[in-house]
């Protein structure tokens, strides 16, 4: 069997990475996320600082999230999105992983052995797990969900030319606030298994 990719989008505040990380601990597999960015440095031979820079130009640790090619030039944002593309396809062709957003899903739209998953959850659950789990104030929280699945949008529309949240170019799509994150990482990786006949 070709080796497996699990491409996973989320709603800002639906706790996507912490499942992404259960599920890879189950699998056994690694994710990759802001890791990529680690390695885009290395291939366009810039420091991280720069490649950083330009997904996070303003003084915040959710810039990224709000920004995921930053805000900087069209030619340096393509040239980033095309350094992700190359190292997203190669870690697809190199081993079973996790790769969460980035465009992943779009970019490895014609990988054989490819589940594509969105995760979303009420505005109020996601509110809530900003103000508790990510500790930001009532009213940043809710202008990061705004802000952030907004940019997420416009940057998937951008690149792959559909929403995220798109049925059509998802496999699962699951409410994360009905089983929280150990229980939907569970749910997800029995239905990896049964997909893809994994013992």
Known sequence: MNNYVITINRQFGSL????ARKMSEMLDIEYYDRDIVDSVAKEMDLPVSVVSDEEETAKSNYFSMKFPLGNGTTAMQQDIFEAQRRIISNLADRENCIIVGRCSDYILRNHPSLIRVFIYAPKDVRFKNCVENLHMSPDHAKKMITDVDKARDAY???FAR???SDFNHNDIMINSSFLGIDGTAAYLVDLVKQR???R
């Open 16 to 19: 996507g990475r912490p499942i």
């Open 156 to 158: 998937h529309m951008h």
């Open 162 to 164: 559909y929403l995220p």
């Open 196 to 198: 893809l006949s994994i």
